[in-house]
Nanobody, 120 residues
């Protein structure tokens, strides 16, 4: 069993900052990609940021230098620091990890989502 638990979402004013975290636990042998996605009602889930095991990062075009993804492999945790938040960043943010379980299988696992609301 593998679980991803997100934390740190909430309400923030436009221009403010927020950091969300996602910790994985369970029968994990190794984690490859760690990423953040977001979704609003009626829209498809979109990539926010991705961190690969090789050390590279990718961001959605809308990020424009405002967000930063980081990871702590020892803690099986990925973070997303969000600065200069805009109302259009309001969404449910999901983490996703591609990992190898103790049994040897490789699969993608998702967190339950955390709401981020940007409003005055």
């Amino acid at each position: 069993q593998v679980q991803l638990v997100e934390s740190g979402g909430g309400l923030v004013q436009p221009g403010g900052s927020l950091r969300v975290s996602c910790a994985a636990s369970g029968s994990i042998r190794s984690i490859y990609d760690m990423g953040w996605y977001r979704q609003t009602p009626g829209k498809e889930r979109e990539l926010v940021a991705l961190s690969t095991s090789g050390g590279s990062t990718n961001y959605g075009d809308f990020v424009k230098g405002r967000f930063s993804i980081s990871r702590d492999n020892a803690k099986n945790t990925v973070y997303l620091q969000m600065n200069s938040l805009k109302p259009e960043d309001t969404a449910v943010y999901y983490c996703k990890m591609r990992l190898r379980t103790i049994r040897g299988t490789v699969d993608d696992y998702w967190g339950q989502g955390t709401q981020v609301t940007v409003s005055s």
